[in-house]
């Protein structure tokens, strides 16, 4: 199986990466250069507990590996500057799960993508477009690459940053979070209607604090042990 963190530079898909996989946050990680790949081996067991820890034993896939049994998912960590795009659109297909972050902490709200005011007027027109401030404007990008390279692939849309910034202040409170994470509220329906054929999950996350990890981690196993990602030799 694999599972493609895509998005652009800094958002911290490789930071949101080590810590699905229980690794140290480092608040100095270093930015992908190109493609890095690690391999994530879960057994029966670990799968139980990752699963347990999302959503308890509600829904609990039948035909669980046994204790003996390893699941082997290659995690792809896509590098996030422009001068890689063209070439990572390559690596995109139908047979993985992607997980596509966002700084939440300091982008506009997730309707702003495609949303307009009661003057028609875009979040882009009525703030400008700040560097800073369009993360969320930004996965518009991959989702259009996807939507033309797969689909009716499976993507979990990550709001990173959700509890604290780069500097260990207080970002989102839980209300904000709740918003976000919601697929009635109006951005995510935005999302949904601009792009129908992908099958969009919502979340937020904080790799610093351990916020969102272990639904994150018990959707992406659900999503594999239901063969959506489905099994690929391993390219390097």
């Known amino acids: 199986a694999r599972w493609i963190f895509a998005g652009f530079e800094r958002v911290g898909k490789t930071s949101l990466a080590r810590a699905l996989r229980g690794l140290p946050f480092d608040?100095?990680?270093?930015?992908?250069?190109?493609l890095g790949v690690e391999t994530l081996k879960l057994d029966g067991e670990a799968i139980q507990r990752w699963l347990i820890a999302g959503n308890g034993d509600e829904g609990m896939p039948e035909d669980l590996p046994s204790a003996a049994e390893v699941l082997e998912v290659g995690m792809w960590d896509l590098a996030g500057q422009s001068v890689y795009h063209l070439?990572?659109?390559?690596?995109?297909?139908?047979?993985a799960v992607y997980?596509?972050?966002?700084?939440?902490?300091?982008?506009p709200p997730p309707e702003a993508v495609t949303g307009t005011d009661?003057?028609?007027?875009?979040?882009?027109?009525?703030?400008?477009?700040?560097?800073?401030?369009t993360d969320a404007l930004q996965l518009n990008h991959w989702l259009s690459c996807l939507r033309v390279r797969s689909p009716d692939a499976v993507v979990l849309v990550v709001g990173t940053h959700a509890?604290?910034?780069d500097d260990g202040g207080a970002t989102l409170t839980?209300?904000?979070?709740?918003?976000?994470?919601?697929?009635?509220?109006e951005g995510a329906r935005a999302l949904r209607e601009r792009y129908p054929g992908l099958r969009l999950h919502f979340f937020v996350?904080?790799?610093?604090?351990?916020?969102?990890?272990?639904?994150?981690?018990?959707?992406?196993?659900?999503?594999?042990?239901?063969?959506?990602?489905?099994p690929l030799p391993m390219v390097v």
């Not at 070439?87 to 047979?95: I, P, R």
């Not at 997980?99 to 982008?107: G, K, M, N, T």
């Open 27 to 34: 608040s100095r990680e270093r930015s992908t250069d190109g």
């Open 174 to 185: 839980s209300e904000e979070r709740a918003l976000l994470t919601d697929p009635k509220e």
């Open 87 to 95: 070439t990572h659109e390559v690596f995109l297909s139908a047979h």
């Open 205 to 230: 996350a904080d790799s610093a604090t351990g916020l969102g990890l272990a639904g994150i981690r018990s959707t992406l196993l659900r999503l594999t042990l239901q063969g959506t990602a489905q």
């Open 163 to 165: 509890e604290t910034d």
């Open 99 to 107: 997980i596509l972050p966002w700084r939440c902490d300091r982008s």
């Open 118 to 133: 009661d003057h028609g007027r875009s979040w882009r027109q009525r703030h400008g477009a700040e560097r800073g401030c």
